[in-house]
């Protein structure tokens, strides 16, 4: 390669929970550089949360966690051309990159749910891949799907 790799920026945690996962996911869900309100619906949504599982015995922020972990892919098929025929091939995700899949899956299934508030919709997806259901969840599940499918194409990894 000719250039050097960019250095990793370090993240900063957010100011509620210290942690810096939710500062990755609220700027996945920023538009127009409105981090405020990003993070203004995240933790609307982590309230709702705190209100409809309240039995659950576990704070919002593991319901977080644990939702986030449902929905991380831990292989990806990527399309292959080897002497004029394309193969999905599958393969393993690096680490960093299974949570940002994971993130953006959750983000853009949120957002085409039907709901009042982005909060709700956010909400109503992390309950649904913390029960292991959801579109995002799906999404996985289908991810999987293929690449066990196209297990016998593995030699082709490059």
Known sequence: MRKSKPKKRIM???PKYNDP??????NNLMYSGKKNLAFKIFYDSLDIIANKLQN???????IFRQALENVTP???VKARRVGGATFQVPMEIR??????ISMKNMISFARKRTGHSMAERLAAELI???KLEGGAYKKKE???RMAEANKAFAHFRF
Do not use: C, I, M, W
Not at 21 to 26: D, H, L, S
Not at 95 to 100: C, G, L, N
């Open 142 to 144: 289908d991810t999987h």
């Open 21 to 26: 996962n939710v500062t990755r996911f609220v």
């Open 12 to 14: 900063l945690p957010d």
């Open 128 to 130: 649904a891949a913390y």
């Open 56 to 62: 659950e015995g576990k704070t919002p922020l593991e």
């Open 95 to 100: 680490s960093d990159r299974k949570v940002s």
């Open 74 to 76: 831990q292989v990806e």
